[in-house]
């Protein structure tokens, strides 16, 4: 049971396959399909030491069930909306009373 409010479902998608050249390309094929997730996308003002003007850098998180097979480099496409994210990380609370959501930092694509 997931502990944070669904906002969406999302598929994860996972895999690759190589092109005429040899490169990598990402497939759509799907892993799973219509896992319930709260996703919110926020923005937040960094600077850096080598360059002190400010900059606005927007990022994505959801929260799944505990135990959703998500791993890190896979992508993630909002049902509702069509947006695909990137997972960057993949982590949990550690709760001794109850299993807790995990936590995908998501970077987006499209």
């Known amino acids: 049971m997931m502990q944070a409010i669904a906002t969406t479902s999302i598929s994860i998608l996972r895999g690759v396959t190589t092109d ?9 094929t799907p892993h799973a399909t219509g896992i319930p997730a ?5 923005s937040r003002r960094v600077t850096t030491r080598d360059n002190p003007t400010p900059r ?15 791993q890190d ?3 993630v496409r ?8 990137i997972v960057d990380a993949v982590s949990s ?3 001794p009373a ?3 959501d995990l936590r995908l930092d998501l970077r987006r694509t499209t």
């Open 73 to 75: 480099q896979d992508r």
């Open 56 to 70: 606005i850098v927007r990022y994505a998180v959801a929260r799944v069930t505990a135990g959703t097979d998500v």
């Open 93 to 95: 609370m550690a709760n």
């Open 20 to 28: 005429a050249y040899g490169d990598e390309q990402d497939t759509d």
């Open 78 to 85: 909002d049902e509702r909306t069509g947006a695909i994210y």
């Open 38 to 42: 709260s996703l919110t996308e926020q």
């Open 98 to 100: 109850a299993a807790a």
